[in-house]
């Protein structure tokens, strides 16, 4: 059974980078035929994909957020990661890191999710 | 802001069935897959229906999905008190704009 558990700081000061980590569980992210992906979810409202990588390092990013967005894969540690630069409060909200079989287009793993406030 | 669209907010008394509508367009619904997710209070999200009209092992058939052009739909029958949640539309968008992974606005069903 794959499981995916977020990490990283809860309190982040507006115009720095956010910084979290998403460890894989009972498989290998090195395996061909996965996107791992980021979402967000501000509270109370809706979900918002952030940006997926690929096995091979090819990432894509949300047009609304690219230009801040850096998804990598360090696969020693079996963990991928999401770094938001320059962040305000609107950046404030419940990050989840999921898994997409390619050539799909639904996620069927979840991690818990993590809450990430951005306040001074 | 999304580019796909639920109601707000549905709700039927326990036993009863309710209907979830997503619109699209055509650079999103009308050429891929859509998939829906059940989020219960305070819990990531759940795969309830992938490739527009499949369930995942475990997902009771009082599920269902449907989709026909630029729209889809997400069915409950036999509404209990533990299908409570929110419930959200994805699919792939290839628009310039959207491009990338884009979720409906969400409907949260309430059983009366």
């Known amino acids: 059974q794959v499981q995916l558990q977020e990490s990283g700081p809860g309190l982040v000061k507006p115009s720095q980078t956010l910084s979290l980590t998403c460890t894989v569980s009972g498989g290998s992210i090195s395996s061909s035929g996965y996107y791992w992906s980021w979402i967000r979810q501000p509270a109370g409202k809706g979900l918002e994909w952030i940006g997926r990588?690929?096995?091979?390092?090819?990432?894509n990013y949300n047009p609304s957020l690219k230009s801040r967005v850096t998804v990598s894969l360090d696969t020693s540690k079996n963990q991928f990661s999401l770094k938001l630069s320059s962040v305000t409060a609107a950046d404030t909200a419940i990050y989840y890191c999921?898994?997409?079989?390619?050539?799909?287009?639904?996620?069927?793993?979840w991690g818990q999710g993590t809450l990430v406030t951005v306040s001074s | 802001q999304s580019v796909l669209t639920q109601p707000p907010s549905v709700s039927a008394a326990p036993g009863q069935k309710v209907t979830i509508s997503c619109s699209g367009s055509s650079s999103n619904i009308a050429n891929n897959y859509i998939s829906w997710y059940q989020q219960l209070p305070g819990t990531a999200p759940k795969l309830l229906i992938y490739e527009n009209d499949k369930r995942p092992s475990g997902i009771p058939d009082r599920f269902s999905g449907s989709k026909s052009g630029t729209s889809a739909t997400l069915g409950i029958t036999g509404l209990q008190t533990g299908d409570e949640a929110d419930y959200y539309c994805g699919t792939w968008d290839s628009s310039l704009t959207a491009g990338g992974y884009v979720f409906g606005t969400g409907t949260k069903v309430t059983v009366l």
């Open positions: 990588i690929y096995t091979s390092g090819t990432t």
């Open positions: 999921a898994r997409r079989v390619v050539a799909t287009y639904y996620f069927d793993y």
